[in-house]
Antibody
Framework: EVQLVESGGGLVKPGGSLRLSCAAS????????MNWVRQAPGKGLEWVARIKSKGAGGTTDYAAPVKGRFTISRDDSTTTLYLQINSLKTEDTAIYYC???????????WGQGTLVDVSS | EIVLTQSPGTLSLSPGERATLSCRAS???????LAWYQHKPGQAPRLLIY???TRATGIPDRFSGSGSGTDFTLTISRLEPEDFAVYYC??????????FGPGTKVDIK
């Protein structure tokens, strides 16, 4: 059974940092392209970042609003995906979902999400 | 960058009725990379349709997708109580990567 379990969210002040984690199981994590997608309160879904498998170069991509502040990484030995979030802004308040990317650029399987609340 | 627009914003229907949801792209989008998701409050989003018209694993056949170019449609042939949710279209391209539409809420009339 595929499982993606996010953790690390919480309340943080503007300018602060957080590291989100996603524990993956039930599939070959090392072959997977992995993503973070977020949903701000009352808003729609927004793609945040992607990391390819090491076999595909392990390259990373970011959405414009987070480039330079967020860093996606992976540890294939522990099947864990990370998102380091720095210089947090109130507009970063959202549920952050860990997502396994499927064929044709689809978001194949989603975790339940972890809430990041940026507030003074 | 391709921008996706969805209409209507809200669709109020009764169980058993047909739902037709529209997704329009600001420029021609590859039909191979157009997907639809269902999202219910407090739950993870779920992939329904990919490649414009292919149902994901376990998705009932009352859900169907169609379209090409800039106009894509998700149809729910007969709404079941569990289908009331928000639906998002999403496209992938090599330049802007992943883009979601703003969503269509299907609620009970």
């Amino acid at each position: 059974e595929v499982q993606l379990v996010e953790s690390g969210g919480g309340l943080v002040k503007p300018g602060g940092s957080l590291r989100l984690s996603c524990a993956a199981s039930g599939f070959t994590f090392s072959d997977a392209y992995m993503n973070w997608v977020r949903q701000a309160p009352g808003k729609g879904l927004e793609w945040v970042a992607r990391i390819k498998s090491k076999g595909a170069g392990g390259t990373t991509d970011y959405a414009a609003p987070v480039k330079g502040r967020f860093t996606i990484s992976r540890d294939d030995s522990t099947t864990t995906l990370y998102l380091q979030i720095n210089s947090l802004k109130t507009e970063d308040t959202a549920i952050y979902y860990c997502v396994w990317e499927g064929p044709e650029g689809t978001f194949h399987f989603w975790g339940q999400g972890t809430l990041v609340d940026v507030s003074s | 960058e391709i921008v996706l627009t969805q209409s209507p914003g809200t669709l109020s229907l009764s169980p058993g009725e047909r739902a037709t949801l529209s997704c329009r792209a600001s420029q021609s989008a590859s039909s191979s990379y157009l997907a639809w998701y269902q999202h219910k409050p407090g739950q993870a989003p779920r992939l329904l349709i990919y490649g414009t018209s292919t149902r994901a694993t376990g998705i009932p056949d009352r859900f169907s997708g169609s379209g090409s170019g800039t106009d894509f449609t998700l149809t729910i042939s007969r709404l079941e109580p569990e289908d009331f949710a928000v639906y998002y279209c999403q496209q992938y391209d090599s330049s802007s990567l992943f883009t979601f539409g703003p969503g269509t809420k299907v609620d009970i009339k």
